[in-house]
């Protein structure tokens, strides 16, 4: 198929595919405890009908422990040459938050018009982005094929990424069922619309706990306060040391590079952000490097007598939670080993802290030389009519790690349908349904792409 031919017939599957994301975002598929399961179920069942109706011959359904079903599919290699590619997405989705603070019910699709997004508009309702439109995306692909694609296809479709993945610890206990020479995680998009974009980093992510106990109860501030020492103004001066002026991490042996990809614009950031207006930003060094490359440190909780109820008493007592972020190649505890470190080291007003190490959560990053990413370069040219960026992701995709270890001379590629600005696990969630038209494409032209370097020839030739 020319790329011609791949766009025409791309067009032509609009409507439908339209039609399919909007039925299975009708659908309130929330795998999280206290929501019920029959949508969970229903979503499940209708993506295995939309694969068998798109001709995958093998559909399955896989009941793993404690998780929602997972739709497993193949489509077995065209010839025994041609390489085969595992296709990844997730059916589940958050649930909606405050629904006061949506523009219209979160599980009725709602066109909207423009925002930003070129034309055609997009479709508003909770997980329509995330990740439904990419789930939709490879159901495009399959169809512009007739179901036979010039590659092998594994197409994996979990109910429970949102709370708890099976996937960061499942795969490599299946190896066979993910063998593969290349994968696409659809779970992420574009830097903002019309950018074509490949993420190939993910920050790695540790949690420490750090106390302080220097009372055996609250004493009178008046009385005692002056002598006794304060827990709380230990705490502060502790969390005080773990960045510099200008708000970098003063943590040392956390890895900080800069950034060789693109970036947000600071505009775009403080808008995505929410940034008030006249607020610095902290830190030095480009967005790239403060977001992706380099390490980040936030008090994500802390444990302290609250203003409307306070004492005029010295605090006993007091307890933050630090949540870590690293460089994608660092050692998760490595990384973490060096924050307890740094805190254990410690001693405001002679006072030690007590240091307790929490989760972690490898990051990752890609390879970027091979035959896949080349072909993946090609296919989103060829899509968006631009050159690719690359850019990585603050947060982390545990699922990435699993899966990358199941088959580990895999390509891993992560591209998609959603953007930036779609209000992800926000009120408002969106897609642009010229961004998921793209995405159909590059899909399409990337195993075009793929199958004829397998082959050692050019694709669109073929
Ligand atoms: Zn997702």
New binding site residues.
Partial sequence: MTPEELATTVDGLMDGLRADLVRLAEIPSIAFPGFPDGPVQEAHDLVAELLRDAGVPHVERLDLPDTAPVVYGEIPPPDPGAPTVLLYG?YDVQPPGDEKLWRSPPFEPTPIEGDGGGDGGGLRARGIA??KSNVIAHIGMLRAYGGRPPVGVKIVVEGQ??YGSAFDGYPPTDPDRFACDAMVIA??GNLRPGTPTLTTGLRGAAEVVVEVRTLDEPRHSGEFGGAAPDALLVLLKALATLHDVHGDVAVEGLRREEWAGTSYTEEEFRSLAGVREGMPLIGSGGLGERLWSGPAITVIGLDAPGVEHAASAVVPYARAKLNLRFHPRQDPVEARGRLVDHLRSLRPFGVPLTVTPGDTGPGYEAETGGPAYRAALTALKEAWGKEAAYVATGGS?PLVNGLAQAAPGAEVLLFGA?DSMCN?HAPNERVLLSELRDTVVAMGAFVREYAAAARGGDGSRA
Wanted: charged letters at 50%.
């Fill in positions: 997730h995330d990740d990424e949102e779970d992420l995709i959603q992800l």
